[in-house]
């Protein structure tokens, strides 16, 4: 079953036009990012696990195909849409189609629960964004320290686990960088194995820390702090059902919030985790324009005066860095501020070829310093013209341009868009942007 709203698939663009400054309030849907290991950590579990808040986006709803097609069964409460039950399948396909892992990043989380249903998981190169030559040997060097066999080839990759993923009883690793896939693999192949984990240079961006919050409520004990993850399994398996909610989407908030503040405008985002929120709102603040951050949503109140300083955007996988994909949101915003702002994403080295193409279609100046950091200068006046989302983050930056640009900017690809928001265009007419839907 596809939980994508029809409405969306006949529309492959989107007409931004100008008009009056964004304002009201808006709800954000479960995140995609976080969403994603949420689902394969609760397959790994190997119990059921009914998890709420699963957004109708296109990634999340191919992971859900996948895990079916992976030996799980996901059963979808009729009564609550956005719920969803994941239990082991008695009898999984002799050969599932994974091909649909092609197209996304987050295919790699698969591997621990195939391991659990197959002892062995075959899977494609994974897909995604196109945004730079996205590696995955981190991820093979944990399964090795799992004492897994890795095979490649052209078309994709191997895992095999003996003893049916089970085996060592301590894992002790240390990622040479923050890898925050390589990370949720680990984590999430220590359940399937049983054994304990001690993760040196970890990642800990919500999407980690929330899945480690979720294995403590189904009895395993997790911790973290800057330096290392330490996970160790329940001495019993705890009754009762676990329960796991989806985390709203920090992006999408974030997104939103830059769209409000690109039109000077004034709005609150709700249904987000401030604390997801601190870097992206310390940097609005920096720049002049008031936010303020509660539990459970982001408000950006309208800028006073224009005394803001510069932006200095650099994508980071330390703990308090920026997430990479607030990235191209905040450029768009930074076209509309005045002061000369720097942007760097070394994470996805691809980010900026994408992006920055389609701006200049709509007359935006960067200067590219290299292919990953480029600087400009604002406020700046754009031309609507037809343009392009060649990856999530480059539609939902197209459209905030597209909302301060002279006449019409057209923005097509939306197909890449829904792969990380359900209906972000929506959400935007809901704090009344001018987006009319051009059909296929
Ligand atoms: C599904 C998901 O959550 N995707 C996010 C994840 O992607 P991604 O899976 O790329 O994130 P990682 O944190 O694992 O990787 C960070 C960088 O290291 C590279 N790398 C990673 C593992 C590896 O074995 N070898 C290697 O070279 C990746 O290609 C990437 O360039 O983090 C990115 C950076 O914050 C975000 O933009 C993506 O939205
Ligand atoms: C890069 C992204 O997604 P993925 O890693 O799934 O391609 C993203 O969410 O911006």
């Not at 969403?35 to 696990?49: D, M």
């Not at 329940?234 to 939103?256: M, N, R």
């Amino acid at each position: 079953m596809d939980l994508s709203p029809a409405r969306t698939r006949d529309v492959d663009a989107v007409t931004v036009r100008p008009g009056r400054p964004l304002a009201g309030t808006v709800r954000v849907d479960g995140s995609k990012n976080a969403a994603l290991p949420l689902l394969t950590a609760a397959a790994s579990l190997g119990r059921g696990v009914r998890l709420s808040g699963i957004p109708a986006s296109a990634d999340v709803q191919r992971m859900l195909g996948l895990l079916e097609q992976a030996g799980y069964r996901v059963a979808r409460p009729v009564a609550e849409p956005g719920a969803v039950i994941v239990t082991p399948q008695e009898h999984p396909a002799e050969a599932p189609d994974l091909a649909d892992a092609a197209r996304i990043r987050a295919s790699y989380y698969l591997v621990a629960p195939l391991l659990a249903a197959y002892g062995q998981a075959a899977l494609p190169w994974p897909g995604g964004c196109r945004i730079g030559d996205r590696g995955m040997e981190l991820h093979f060097t944990v399964y090795e320290a799992f004492g897994d066999t890795v095979l490649l080839d052209d078309s994709g990759y191997r895992v095999l686990a003996a003893d049916r993923g089970r085996g060592r009883d301590k894992v002790v690793l240390t990622l040479p960088f923050r890898s925050r896939g390589a990370s949720i693999a680990a984590i999430c192949r220590a359940v399937v194995a049983g054994s304990r984990l001690e993760l040196g240079n970890p990642n800990l961006s919500p999407e980690t820390t929330g899945v480690l919050a979720a294995l403590r409520s189904a009895g395993w004990t997790a911790r973290a702090d800057s330096d290392t993850i330490t996970l160790a399994p329940p001495l019993g398996i705890p009754a009762g059902t676990v329960a796991w909610a989806v985390p709203g989407d920090k992006i999408e908030a974030g997104t939103l919030a830059c769209a409000i503040a690109a039109t000077g405008g004034e709005g609150r985002v709700e249904g987000v985790a401030g604390s997801d929120l601190k870097v992206l709102a310390g940097l609005l603040d920096w720049a002049g324009i008031p936010v303020s951050l509660a539990p459970d949503a982001i408000t950006v109140h309208r800028a006073h005066t224009m005394s803001g300083r510069p932006l200095r955007a650099v994508a980071s996988l330390t703990p308090d860095g920026l997430d990479a994909d607030f990235e191209p949101a905040l450029m768009a915003l930074a076209l509309t501020l005045p002061g000369t702002h720097l942007f760097a994403d070394d994470i996805n080295p691809g980010r900026h070829g994408n992006l920055l193409p389609q701006l200049a279609r709509l007359g935006a100046v960067v200067e590219e310093l290299s292919p990953t950091r480029c600087r400009l200068a604002g406020p700046q006046r754009l031309n609507g013209t037809t343009v392009k989302a060649t990856d999530i983050r480059t539609g939902s930056a197209l459209l905030i341009a597209g909302l301060g640009a002279r006449g019409a900017t057209t923005v097509s690809g939306l197909d890449q868009l829904r792969r990380g928001h359900a209906d972000l265009p929506a959400k935007l007419r809901a704090l009344g942007a001018d987006l009319t839907d051009v059909p296929r």
